[in-house]
């Protein structure tokens, strides 16, 4: 009881929002990922000391206006909310297979009268074929610590792509832009183990050169740097 007491409290203290789900509060402050957590004061977005690191290393490489983004692993919603609310963003995607994720992020867009916030349980080649449903390909996409499932495939979904050049192909059909890419690139650092091991011997094309490699068939390298440890790169769609 008192440990429930106290949760609250930090709730209370941590946010302003009169009439949005504590349950939800709850898990954007403070739920895995821990580096995406965020709280409501007063109707803004006020990201976790992780996450403003995260989002002020990402979004700095935005196009000049951002009039679209694209998050292909939108998690908790943060960065298509925050990109819907500029005023040159007509129109803000987030697709992730993780359904609770989707009903958590459309709340917090209705509860923040964010309406050009879109979010759907979509996977990536699902989006690339139905493209023109949502205004055609965005600015630019994000994707987050989210390759390794692609081409791997993770503990929610057993799918994955065939290729490092599949992958990029679906992307470019969903990207008009820039492309901001910020994952772990070697098998080593995977964190879906399992999914590797299912991959036997395919496991030996997940490096960093045959990657990027794949990545320049369709976009232009501007950007080759590091970030929280893993490739981060920003390409310029061709």
Known sequence: ??????????????????????????????????????????????????????????????????????????????????????????????????KHDISVS??????????????????????????GSFGGRFDAALLVNTYQYLFFGSDRSEDCYESHERIFELIRQTCGGLLIFNNRTEVKDCQNRDAVARAGERAKEYTSEKILAAAEKFFKPVVQDVLGRYPFWVLEAK
């Open 1 to 98: 009881m008192a440990d429930s007491l106290w949760q609250k409290l930090l709730l209370k203290l941590r946010n302003d929002a009169p009439g949005l789900d504590p349950a939800v509060l709850s898990y954007v402050n403070r739920s895995y990922p821990n580096n995406l957590n965020f709280s409501i004061r007063r109707r803004q977005l006020v990201p976790h000391r992780q996450l403003a690191r995260r989002s002020a290393a990402l979004t700095r490489h935005y196009p000049r206006p951002l009039t679209s983004l694209l998050d292909l692993s939108s998690s908790k919603g943060y960065f298509v909310l925050d990109a819907a609310r500029r005023p040159e963003c007509s129109r803000a995607l987030g697709i992730d297979v993780f």
């Open 106 to 131: 459309r709340t917090l867009a209705d509860h923040l009268q964010i309406p050009n916030a879109r979010f759907e349980a979509l996977k990536l080649h699902e989006l690339a074929a139905n493209i």
